[in-house]
């Protein structure tokens, strides 16, 4: 109601186009679009309940370019710890490029935007390829990972970049953003940095899209063009190029300054331009970039790394191979040294083919560790109110609610670190237990040996429960870390006591060796 009030209060509908979307908070615990609890659908005046996402064209002169919202929050929209992926299923994607299509025909440029980074969108084909072609994708969602990744920019393999933007609401991150005959350029701004300043053309060469923007254009234009913005006006806006002397941009209109320059002076090599602005307070700011006239001159672009790794990884597709990987790690030895020891022999040394088929070779051991290696790694985890007035089922692999199965982050994540941390180290601690009763046979102090080999079993189960109050007390936003603990301890504790079994039939064949010596 607050968000609704500003916009009408501000008249800001009246004095601009304004686009919002739905990101996974807007959409805790919300049955469906045309669910009362959809705050999104009552408060914004861009969506009807039989659409999520939308087209909106804006012409300026002879220009359209079409913004198209990409809403991939997922329907239903499950409570907060099982939100944290986007999703377009078969019906969206149906939608989406209905959309495109009309966006395509209706404009020469057409600007995606949506609240999920791609790589964080779950769907049959990959978002990027259904926005092929698109000037851009500018997504959030990622709230800078804490201030480790306060700049997320990337050019995907489609020709279109993607630019995520830190948030507003911690971090007070905001984007300027410009199209000028043809290409786009942007800025971050952190909100109370005054002057604020964005060189339109020629566009910085470190973010070029030559599959999608007409490079040649900065080769035919006649002037320098750029944005600057102060909270009482700007006093003056200077320009240098390479080692050339300073010059004062002209205010041509608004916020828009320009001066004339010869583009072919400056072919055949990367040049730089620094800006100055000087606002009414005095304020100064200075910002320096790349830029070439024609596309062959350019460097190669420089997106950085861990940019390119987050927003064209996939982080649905990396869990999940983790997660087979665990399930396999955990599994294949155990099968193995019951059914076929020789096999095992070629892929181990002999040593610990024999611990691990001594303890395999115990049929209460071999089944019980088995059964609960499948049940942490296909669940269910948890079966509750995922959705309120709805049970639900969580798996590693997915959560059913209202019979749909929406995609897993967190519990992959949950099922791994399990089957990682926990599980597998109970294997070898048990196998390091069982191959300690070899020298029973050796030794008088068998009770001293047996008590040492129960030390790495106890700090395995031990550390599963300490992880549990752990994560209930840590305090977290959204209380998030108190509900993993809630949502975790059912599983954890029935491993924890599983654990313990083992351990006692372990000892108990342990103790019948020794008396039958």
Partial sequence: ETYKNLLKKNNVLKKTTYLDIR????????????????????????????????????????????????????????????NFLGHLPEDKLVELASLRRQAMEASEAVVYFGHFPSSCIVSEIP???????????????????????????????????????????????????????????????????????????PKNSEFLSPQVEHIENILQSKSIRILAYGPVGIKSVSIKI??????????????????????????????????????????????????????????????????????????????????????????????????SPAFLEQMTSPGVRGRLCLLMRH?????????????????PWHVGEVLSGHVGFVFPWGTIVRGTVLPSFYNFIFSQIHLWAFHQPLLWALVFKTSMSLRVYETSD??????????????????????????????????????????????????????FILNGIVSFHIRQMQLNK
Avoid at 39 to 55: C, D, E, G
Avoid at 176 to 195: E, I, Q, R, Y
């Fill in 23 to 82: 990101g996974n908070h807007d959409s805790y615990d919300v049955r469906s679009l045309d669910d009362p609890e959809n705050y999104y659908l009552f408060h914004s005046n861009l969506v009807t309940p039989q659409k999520s996402s939308y087209l909106k064209s804006v012409t300026k002169g002879n220009t359209t370019i079409s913004f198209l919202a990409v809403d991939a929050t997922m329907n239903p929209g499950p409570k907060k710890l099982f």
């Fill in 242 to 339: 390479n080692k050339e002397d300073w010059k004062t941009c002209q205010h041509s209109s608004g916020n828009f300054y320009t001066i004339d320059w010869s583009p072919e002076d400056y072919e055949s090599k990367v040049n730089i331009l620094r800006v100055e602005v000087v606002d009414g307070f005095g304020d100064s700011k200075e910002i320096t970039q790349s830029f070439v006239v024609r596309h062959e001159d350019a460097e190669e672009l420089k997106y950085s790394l861990y940019a390119r790794i987050i927003l064209m990884g996939s982080p649905h597709t990396l869990l999940m191979s983790l997660w087979v990987t665990g399930f396999l790690m955990c599994s294949v030895p155990v099968v193995l040294a019951r059914l």
């Fill in 446 to 499: 068998s009770k001293i040996i047996l008590a040492i080999t129960d030390i790495p079993v106890t700090i395995v189960l031990s550390l599963q429960a300490i992880l549990l109050i752990v994560l209930y007390y840590f305090h977290s936003s959204l209380e998030i870390c108190r509900e993993i603990a809630i949502m975790l301890a059912p599983m954890e504790i029935v491993t924890i006591m599983i654990g």
């Fill in 363 to 379: 049929r209460a051991v071999y089944h019980l560790y088995l059964f609960t290696t499948i049940l942490v790694t296909f669940g």
């Fill in 127 to 201: 978002a990027m390829e259904m926005m092929h072609g698109g000037l851009v994708y500018l997504s959030g969602h990622l709230h800078t990972l804490g201030g480790l990744a306060p700049e997320l920019y990337t050019l995907h393999h489609t020709g279109t970049p993607e630019l995520e933007l830190g948030d507003w609401k911690e971090n007070r991150r905001f984007r300027l953003m410009a199209v000028d005959n043809g290409m786009l350029s942007f800025v971050d701004v952190t909100h109370g940095k005054w002057p604020v300043v964005l060189v339109t053309n």
